[in-house]
Nanobody
């Protein structure tokens, strides 16, 4: 049974930092593309960042470029999202996801992902 468990969310002031973690089990982590998505109240879920398994190529949505960094540790079956310079508009539930894929391009569409975590709340205050 595949499980993705996010952690690291919380309440932070604008300009602060958080690091989200997503621990995976029940799959061969090193052969899965991993992504982070978020959903704010009243809004649709949106792509945040993703990393391929084959080359660790990354991509980000424009609003987080230069502030967020996605990385993976295959030895720990974990993907991370380092979030710096947080803004009020980053407030959302953050989900990690795993995708079976050739790993040759970054997957930005949520329908490409096969497994999802339960989410972790990130709240940025002024």
């Amino acid at each position: 049974q595949v499980q993705l468990v996010e952690s690291g969310g919380g309440l932070v002031q604008a300009g602060g930092s958080l690091r989200l973690s997503c621990a995976a089990s029940g799959l061969t982590f090193s052969t899965y593309d991993m992504g982070w998505f978020r959903q704010a109240p009243g809004k649709e879920r949106e792509f945040v960042a993703a990393i391929t398994w084959r080359t660790s190529t990354t991509d980000y949505t424009d609003s987080v470029k230069g502030r967020f960094t996605i990385s993976r540790d295959n030895a720990k079956n974990t993907v991370y999202l380092q979030m710096n310079s947080l803004k009020l508009e980053d407030t959302a539930i953050y989900y990690c996801a795993a995708a079976r894929s050739p790993g040759r391009q970054v997957l930005v569409g949520d329908r490409r992902y096969d497994y999802w975590g339960q989410g972790t709340q990130v709240t940025v205050s002024s």
